[in-house]
């Protein structure tokens, strides 16, 4: 009997041990794909990151002229291509044309800016896809497309929407509730969140990783919210740490080997 009741204890234990586990396991978002590897947003960049084991790919959306979903995070191809000019200007078919790779390095000549079916179609339910939303010259245009493509290639289970935009989070929620949705939140109005409002439509909040402390996180927990954190590139380092102490339940991150090492160490000593 004695024996029956130590081999108890002990599967006790370690299910109390895993469950501890599971619930400081921070959710890793590749901000832009693995941006450091390899040129943001490309198919390329999101392969590494998915290599590399993150949970989430971050995509930002812009729409095409003639209605398509890209992704790219500028409002104009400038930076990142070797065109100029206003995404919303271009049809797909002039976009396919830029060189979306050389600017980051000459071994990347050549990679396209990808549209979010050719994204879905590749990764598939293979990882998860992180996607923020933006209005358009003030209007809300690519949410139904989204929610069309979501549909229809089965992923709602895979999808995380973010936006700075409230009303396009509401439109999302007012046409599939079922969908987890983050509210962005600038950086000058984090502390002024009103968590109550945010938590009618949306399952989370992405504040800016300078700008929070414990006792935010945890007033965010206290009406269920969850908390993604975003970094300024050249802040993540310093700042990582000390979010992932906080107890933030997801990190975007620009740095994904590095974070997936600190990630790795006992936050609890940091």
């Known amino acids: ?18 469950s501890e586990s599971q619930e400081e396991k ?8 693995a941006k450091n590897l390899a040129p943001e947003h490309t198919l390329t960049a999101y392969n590494k990151a998915v290599e590399l ?6 995509i930002d959306l812009r729409m095409t002229k003639d209605g ?3 992704s790219i995070h500028d409002e104009t ?4 291509t070797n065109g100029e000019g206003e995404v919303s200007q271009f049809t797909l078919a002039e976009l396919e044309q830029l060189d979306a790779g050389s600017w980051f390095s000459n071994e990347y000549q050549g990679e396209k800016i990808p549209t979010l079916e050719e994204i879905f179609d590749t990764f598939g339910k293979n990882t998860n896809y992180f996607i923020e939303t933006r209005p358009m010259n003030g209007e809300l245009v690519m949410e139904d497309e989204l929610l069309r493509l979501i549909e229809e290639k089965g992923l709602k289970d895979y999808v995380i929407i973010q936006s700075f935009s409230r009303d396009s989070l509401k ?11 983050v509210q962005l939140l600038y950086v000058n109005l984090t502390k002024e969140v009103r968590e109550d409002e945010v938590k009618e439509y949306a399952t989370g909040v992405g504040p800016y990783a300078p700008t929070i402390d414990k006792e935010f996180v945890e007033r965010m927990h206290e009406v269920g919210l969850e908390v ?14 000390k979010v992932l102490s906080y107890g933030v339940d997801a990190v975007f991150t620009d740095f994904l080997d590095n974070t997936v090492e600190v990630m790795s160490q006992d936050i609890s000593k940091q």
Request: proline fraction near 3%.
């Open 1 to 18: 009997m004695k024996k029956y009741i130590i081999i108890l204890l002990i599967l006790l234990l370690v299910g109390c041990s895993q």
């Open 26 to 33: 921070v959710t890793l978002i590749a901000h832009r794909g």
């Open 53 to 58: 084991g993150t949970d989430f790919i971050e």
């Open 68 to 70: 398509q979903l890209i």
């Open 77 to 80: 191809v400038d930076r990142t």
């Open 171 to 181: 439109k999302i929620h007012q046409q599939n509730s079922e969908i987890p949705l």
């Open 228 to 241: 993604y954190v975003w970094f300024d590139n050249k802040d993540e380092k310093e700042f990582m740490p």
